[in-house]
């Protein structure tokens, strides 16, 4: 069971990738194998509508070489994706919202006689803001998602307004950290084990997780300090 972890925000420190990385360790403990990528990291092309072309040529992966293509790549062999962006007014940030439209490779392989390669893969949304907009950002993706095959668990979304103290949010923390169990028990039924789709409210595993990733984050904080601002390319399992 692979779960991808996209991060939309600049910051390897800030809000959202908490929470992200809460619900990938999350996932962890489900018994998934996380990755974790940030559409920061290098350059997404926008996308240029290859499909309302007379001859579409919008198929997978894309007709770019950028890094996007790596993203893409990455979902498509993903089982789970969970997606975490900043709220940049009511919405994902640029970058992500430039990923989602290049997802249209994925989605458009139905105009190629296969399913869309999206269709069944378990996605969950968490939007991280300082004051408003995050249900509209949460209810965009997985609107675009599910609009692509993609499935939704229940308890799929978390929001949070505490900027760069969400990780001290215990609602959306235990909201994200639900992300990450119930996207990893949604693969596990869906490839015919037996799970229970139930929230859980876990005090001892909300503070067990805040500990873990406080200490994560610090490698980004030394990141930035040392003015590479976590750009770094590392596997998750290594920080
Ligand atoms: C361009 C821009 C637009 C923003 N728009 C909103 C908004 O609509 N709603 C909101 O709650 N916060 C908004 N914010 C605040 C950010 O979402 C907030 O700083 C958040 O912590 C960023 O997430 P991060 O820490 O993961 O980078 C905006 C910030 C920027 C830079």
């Known amino acids: 069971m692979k779960v991808l972890g996209i991060l939309g925000s600049p910051y390897k420190?800030?809000?959202?990738?908490?929470?992200l990385f809460s619900a990938l360790k999350s996932a962890e403990i489900e018994g998934a194998k996380t990755e974790f990528v940030s559409v920061y990291d290098g350059e997404i092309k926008a996308c240029i509508g290859c499909i309302q072309d007379e001859e579409p040529g919008c198929k997978f992966p894309c007709i770019f070489d950028d890094y996007g293509k790596v993203i893409l790549e990455k979902i498509n062999l993903a089982d789970g994706i969970i997606f975490s962006t900043p709220i940049y007014w009511f919405a994902p940030s640029g970058p992500l919202k430039t990923l989602i439209d290049r997802m249209t490779c994925l989605e458009n392989m139905v105009s190629y006689g296969e399913?869309?390669?999206m269709e069944g893969k378990?996605?969950?949304a968490i939007a991280v803001g300082a004051d408003a907009g995050g249900p509209?950002?949460?209810g965009y993706?997985?609107?675009a998602l599910t609009s692509m095959g993609a499935i939704i668990p229940p308890w799929g979304i978390a929001y949070s307004y505490k900027g760069k103290n969400a990780i001290q949010d215990d609602k959306a923390l235990m909201d994200a950290i639900n992300i990450g169990l119930l996207v990893t028990k949604m693969i596990k039924i869906l490839k015919g084990e037996s799970s229970i789709l139930t929230y859980i409210e876990d005090k001892k595993l909300l503070e067990k997780i805040r500990k873990e990733v406080l200490k994560d984050i610090q490698y980004f904080e030394n990141s930035i300090k040392d003015k590479n601002y976590g750009r770094k390319t590392i596997s998750r399992s290594s920080i």
């Open 13 to 19: 420190n800030g809000g959202s990738a908490q929470l």
């Open 141 to 143: 993706l997985i609107t």
């Open 136 to 138: 509209w950002t949460c």
């Open 115 to 117: 399913s869309s390669y």
């Open 122 to 124: 378990i996605v969950g």
